[in-house]
């Protein structure tokens, strides 16, 4: 089965940039969505298809796909940044696959 | 768009729940629609999830033989049918409407609140 692996955790200083990652068998080869998950609340979807983001989305956050990584980047980080991050893929054998998570700190 | 999720609550083991997700400000039938679980404290998991027409449907291993999806299009409703509950199964359930993309893709653009499920004696 396809498996997806996020770092348990990532911090970053106020302002500065996160690079949140998500490994995977030829990932680059798939279409990558992102999930952020605010305490409490319900998923967002912030990135789509790798690189699209969604309307009401700021331009701060971006996606790329290449090789086995695909990486979630958060530029100017803000402390409203804080959450946990998901990805997921659809393999066509495994059906539906999601990320552990990453939970993003900011310091 | 707007998705709410009901029907959660505490049952014991071997039980069973049906959970309601009501879709509002969009054209529900055209669309698939999945249901994705979070345990206390865990990640996502999608659950199972439903073709716009109800012809094709899709579970996760875990809950095969035990879980309906279902919906009706008229009533611009999902459901979840849970039967045989397990501890396991105890989690927020969510709704979330599904986009399909002509590579065989989908993205689940929309989520609603969720509604919790706990399996405990």
């Known amino acids: 089965s396809y498996e997806l692996t996020q770092p348990f955790s990532v911090s970053v200083a106020l302002g500065q940039t996160a690079r949140l990652t998500c490994g995977g068998n030829?990932?680059?080869?798939?279409?990558v969505h992102w999930y952020q998950q605010k305490p409490g609340q319900a998923p967002v979807l912030v990135i789509y298809r790798g690189t699209n983001r969604p309307s009401g989305i700021v331009e701060r956050f971006s996606g790329s796909n290449s090789g086995n990584t695909a990486t979630l980047t958060i530029s100017r980080a803000q402390a409203g940044d804080e959450a946990d991050y998901y990805c997921?893929?659809?393999?066509?054998?495994?059906?539906?696959?999601f990320g552990g998570g990453t939970k993003l700190t900011v310091l | 768009v707007q998705l709410v999720e009901s029907g959660g609550g505490l049952v014991q083991p071997g039980g069973s729940l049906r959970l309601s997700c009501a879709a509002s400000?969009?054209?529900?039938?055209?669309?698939?629609m999945t249901w994705v679980r979070q345990a206390p404290g865990k990640g996502l998991e999608w659950v199972a999830n439903?073709?716009?027409?109800?012809?094709?449907?899709y579970y996760v291993d875990s809950v095969k033989g035990r879980f309906t999806i279902s919906r009706d299009n008229a009533k611009s409703s999902l459901y979840l049918q849970m039967t045989s509950l397990r501890a396991e199964d105890t989690a927020v359930y969510y709704c979330?409407?599904?986009?399909?993309?002509?590579?065989?893709?989908?993205?689940?653009?929309?989520w609603g609140q969720g509604t919790l499920v706990t399996v405990s004696s």
């Open positions: 030829n990932i680059g080869t798939k279409n």
């Open positions: 979330t409407r599904d986009v399909y993309y002509a590579d065989d893709d989908h993205c689940l653009d929309y």
């Open positions: 439903i073709k716009q027409d109800g012809s094709e449907k």
């Open positions: 400000g969009f054209t529900f039938s055209s669309f698939w």
């Open positions: 997921h893929v659809w393999d066509s054998s495994t059906g539906r696959v």
